[in-house]
Every structure is written in structure tokens, then in C-alpha cells.
């Protein structure tokens, strides 16, 4: 059973940092799609930041508009855990983020392959 196991979220103030952690498990996932993807109460599940292996075997990464510039978004683990650091964080950025991999290319909510649980994520101004 492929497990995604995520960590790091917690409650931070506005301006603060955060670092969020996905470690895979049942399996090698050094060349699927991985990122995030957050879900606030009464919104639909939302696209932060991905990361993708590339033909030269590096990692591309992709960012939502909304948290250009604040986060960034890495492989660790020869490729089979990602980790995402928010800075600068706002109130706006309070939700549930889920770790998600793909064997695809795009990380899309429709063809993603496996969901971690989800952390929390709480921002005060």
C-alpha cells in the first residue's frame, strides 16, 4: 500500500514560516509528480506547487500565482519525499494541505494517484 505521510503543519502568525514535509512509502516515487494541494473550509481543493521530473533527471517546480515569491517547493530523499517551505505567510494561506503524487506530468486533483491525509495549516494576523 503506497502511503504519502506528511508533517510540519501547525499554527504560525502572519509574515511567519512554515515548512511542510511528504515522505513516501510503498514504493518509489522518484519520478512521479509530487506536490501539494490545499483546501480551505467551504472552498474547493486548490493547486499550490508541484514538482517534476525532467528528461535530464532534475526537478522542475510550478507555483500557483498566489504563493509566488513566498514559497518553495523541493525533492528530498533521492526524489521520493518533497518538502515545501511557506514563507511570509498570510491569513489567507490558512487550510489543510495534502501532499499528492502523479505518474503523470501535470498535477491535476482528477488524476492524482495518491493523496497523503492532510495537515493543517492555521494563520493569525
Known amino acids: 500500500q503506497v502511503q504519502l505521510a506528511e508533517s510540519g503543519g501547525g499554527l504560525a502568525q502572519a509574515g511567519g514560516s512554515l515548512t511542510l514535509s511528504c515522505a513516501a512509502s510503498?514504493?518509489?516515487?522518484?519520478?512521479?509528480?509530487m506536490g501539494w494541494f490545499r483546501q480551505a473550509p467551504g472552498k474547493e481543493r486548490e493547486f499550490v506547487a508541484a514538482?517534476?521530473?525532467?528528461?535530464?533527471?532534475?526537478?522542475?517546480?510550478d507555483y500557483a500565482n498566489s504563493v509566488k515569491g513566498r514559497f518553495s517547493i523541493f525533492r528530498d530523499n533521492a526524489g521520493n519525499g518533497v518538502q515545501m517551505r511557506m514563507n511570509s505567510l498570510k491569513p489567507e494561506d490558512t487550510a489543510v494541505y495534502y501532499c499528492?503524487?502523479?505518474?503523470?506530468?501535470?498535477?491535476?486533483?482528477?488524476?492524482?494517484?495518491?493523496w497523503g491525509q492532510g495537515t493543517q495549516v492555521t494563520v493569525s494576523s
Open positions: 510503498g514504493r518509489t516515487l522518484s519520478t512521479y509528480t
Open positions: 514538482t517534476k521530473r525532467s528528461s535530464d533527471r532534475q526537478y522542475r517546480v
Open positions: 499528492a503524487a502523479t505518474a503523470g506530468t501535470t498535477l491535476t486533483a482528477g488524476i492524482v494517484d495518491y
